[in-house]
């Protein structure tokens, strides 16, 4: 009876407060993260910008730029979008609003925490994953906190049909719940210290971190923004999504997939083949499931055309999807071996990158906070104009900054690889590239300005939005309470349908489907020690080298160079010997890097001398005219902290690398014995005698203690720089 039905409504209130902290976050560390994204664009133009001030350098601020982009723009937004479309689409409220807010103010916590602790240098080195390890242990009971309220608003939800947005909501918490853990395994040296080492080294270290780095795209930048575009595209246009049963396929087909793509990263490197080719195989694969999302949110707007042209949130997701559309097919494209063979280090990965990010992350963010918050604060958007225009910049930002990259990565590809008649590298001094392309890095600052202007509209418009608007309220909503039903398939029923209301089966299977393809990659590496064959002549670093690695990895220097010499001739004619899996064995982490602003340097060691390094520490543009590297004068000046040395050398003992005890009780005697052997190579220098004489006398007169040059940090990282890649006997270091 009418009676009955109104008896069993049930009345609560959807959780908008938390909703709004988390929209507020999202612009506040948009703009911020833009900003110091900027900053790095002009230091490729003026390198000198931040002299001097170690905080400020591009090695340190890089990690900081993808992290709070990623994390704290993206992230605070998958967190708005997926607590307002939750309650809405299960018809209760979150699950335990002590965890909403723990989850707020912990994700909140941990990014100034990173704002902090990466200009200070304190780094593990990998990719998107470069915080210490107090805050992996800390971004883990985040994490774990959004997905128990989440699986706990399930259980209470009143709606029995569990809407395709959420099933991407789901796979993103475990899956990035797997590959954060595994990929952040590492032993601390100290509990009191914020340094640790990988448990994973050299090669399996490499496959570690680019099944997590290629799958936190796939499941920080790309299953949870799927899941935003199936609610909010169909409630912007007020369609139906175009078909359910691709959202299925779609859905199965790129979870499984994408955990497979990862050693695409790594081709032509130092990993075994047959994981490069299942890399390439299931890369390739990803391109139908990809557009089966895309064509899903496209086609959605079948009949909603005419609302494109008058609706800022509409344009914002047109330009989203395709974007997504483009990326998501060049990626496919870039995990070819002869197309990746080309792109690899170059700028075109930063363009593609970009698409991603810019296109599909940061427009489908703004089309969802214009819709947001007119809703939230029971008001009409500020200026419509103002929406169009912020749409507009960006997305000439957008094709001004990826536009001439695309060309800046082909032109360094050309370059290096060109031979003349006679078989010589005709760009043999790797900073012609750089030359050539700094054009490119200008228009790159110009549409990064653009964006960023874009971003700061946003703000404003959300702004005189909620001046005019009313405060946000919890919303009241009825619905009926879930009767119960057979547990098992009633008539009718498919096998997905029945799934569908099953929230925990669906969450069991999800956690099957991505953890398939990690499992097969990553333990046959650790276990079969074929993968990584043995080279006897290879040795642990020494005390004063691992002092030094440990600089190299603090000041960023990843981020501008590889070590990874790959098996092309003009690789080896330019480089030396390429890289052989066996020679990382004692890398805790791996640093191969992903991006060659400056040239590899695997086989640096013994290439120039060692008055050579400690000038080009202290001014690159002296020895190599054109340089756009910083330069580094507070390694010249610092004391080398060397307290932790014994602890780091212990840590690595436990995780394999053969110290005994001896090494390690020695382990001062023998640094500060290789610091003489390097300080008395400088002064073979008479400049560098000169300078140095100065600045003691200078010191005396001042009445200052004066630090002699053995216990400096640049003794060491020259230490470090000449090691490298003379284990193995190359044409490169046996003729010097």
């Not at 708005?80 to 299960?90: D, K, P, W």
């Not at 369609?239 to 032509?268: E, K, N, Q, T």
Request: glycine share 8%.
């Amino acid at each position: 009876t009418k009676y009955h039905f109104f008896m069993e409504m049930q009345q609560f209130y959807y959780d908008n407060k938390i909703v709004k902290k988390f929209i507020y976050a999202t612009l506040f560390w948009g703009i911020v993260g833009m900003a110091v994204g900027l900053l790095l664009a002009y230091l490729f133009l003026f390198p000198t910008l931040t002299e001097g001030i170690p905080w400020l350098s591009f090695g340190r601020l890089r990690p900081l730029h993808t992290n709070a982009v990623i994390f704290a723009f993206v992230g605070n937004a998958i967190f708005a979008g997926s607590y307002y479309s939750m309650q809405r689409l299960l018809k209760a409220r979150m699950y335990s609003d002590f965890l909403s807010n723990l989850n707020f103010w912990g994700w909140q916590l941990i990014i100034v925490g990173a704002a902090i602790t990466f200009p200070l240098g304190y780094s593990t080195s990998k990719e998107y994953a470069e915080l210490e390890w107090p805050f992996d242990i800390a971004i883990a009971v985040i994490w774990v906190a959004w997905g128990a309220n989440m699986i706990g608003t399930l259980i209470k939800r009143r709606q029995r049909h569990i809407y395709v947005a959420i099933w991407f909501y789901i796979a993103t918490f475990v899956a990035v719940a797997l590959l954060h853990i595994f990929n952040n395994l590492e032993l601390p040296i100290n509990f009191t210290s914020l340094k640790s080492y990988s448990v994973y080294a050299g090669v399996q270290d490499a496959l570690v971190q680019w099944w997590y780095g290629h799958n936190a795209v796939a499941f920080f930048l790309t299953t949870p923004f799927l899941g935003l575009m199936y609610y909010f595209i169909p409630k912007a246009a007020d369609r139906p999504v175009y078909s359910y049963r691709l959202s299925i396929i779609h859905f199965w087909s790129l979870i499984f997939i994408y955990m497979w793509a990862g050693p695409h990263h790594l081709l032509y490197t130092a990993l075994p083949g047959w994981a490069q080719s299942l890399g390439v195989v299931f890369s390739v694969m990803l391109v139908a499931p990809s557009w089966g999302g895309m064509i899903n949110g496209l086609l959605t707007l079948r009949g909603a055309w005419d609302k494109v042209r008058t609706e800022p949130v509409l344009k914002f997701m047109v330009v989203a999807v395709t974007g997504y559309g483009m990326a998501t097919f060049e990626g496919p494209t870039l995990a070819l071996k002869n197309v990746n063979a080309i792109a690899h280090f170059t700028d075109w990965i930063i363009a593609h990158v970009h698409v991603g990010a810019l296109a599909w992350n940061g427009f489908l963010t703004f089309g969802m906070i214009y819709y947001l918050v007119p809703r939230m604060w029971k008001t009409k958007l500020y200026s419509i104009r103002l929406a169009n225009t912020h749409f507009w910049i960006g997305t000439l930002g957008i094709i001004l900054y990826t536009i001439p990259l695309y060309i800046a990565g082909f032109t360094q590809a050309s370059m290096w690889k060109q031979f003349s008649p006679d078989g010589n590298l005709v760009y043999g001094n790797f900073l012609h590239t750089v030359s050539a392309i700094i054009p490119m890095y200008i228009m790159r600052a110009v549409g990064g300005t653009l964006y960023i202007i874009g971003a700061t509209l946003a703000v404003i418009n959300v702004i005189k939005t909620i001046q005019s608007g009313k405060g946000v309220e919890d919303e009241l909503a009825q619905a009926p309470a879930l009767e119960v039903i057979s547990k098992k398939r009633v008539a009718g029923e498919t096998l997905h349908n029945w799934l569908e209301r099953k929230p925990i089966q669906m969450t069991i299977w999800a956690t099957i489907a991505v953890a398939i393809g990690g499992i097969v990659q990553i333990i046959p590496m650790i276990m079969v020690k074929e993968n990584v064959p043995t080279i006897t002549e290879v040795k642990p670093y020494t005390p004063l080298e691992l002092e030094g690695r440990d600089l190299y990895i603090r000041e960023g220097c990843v981020g501008c160079h590889t070590q990874m010499v790959r098996p092309f001739r003009s690789e080896v004619e330019r480089y030396g010997e390429y890289s052989k899996a066996g020679e990382f064995v004692y890398d805790r982490p791996f640093l191969w890097g992903s991006k060659r602003t400056g040239p590899d340097l695997h086989r640096l060691g013994g290439k120039y001398n060692d008055n050579w390094h400690f000038d080009h520490m202290l001014d690159p543009r002296e020895t190599s005219f054109g340089s756009i590297m910083p330069s580094y004068p507070w390694l010249i000046y610092n004391r080398l902290d060397t307290s932790n040395l014994q602890d780091k050398m212990r840590t690595l003992a436990t995780l394999g690398v053969p110290y005994s005890e001896n090494d390690i009780a020695d382990a001062q005697k023998n640094l500060e014995t290789q610091a003489l052997s390097i300080v008395k190579s400088l002064h073979n220098d008479p400049k560098f005698v000169a300078s140095y004489q100065e600045s003691m006398k200078n010191a005396a007169v001042r009445g200052e203690e004066f630090l002699p040059m053995e216990k400096r940090e640049i003794i060491a990282m020259i230490a470090y720089l000449q090691r490298l890649g003379t284990d193995i006997k190359t044409k490169n270091n046996s003729s010097k």
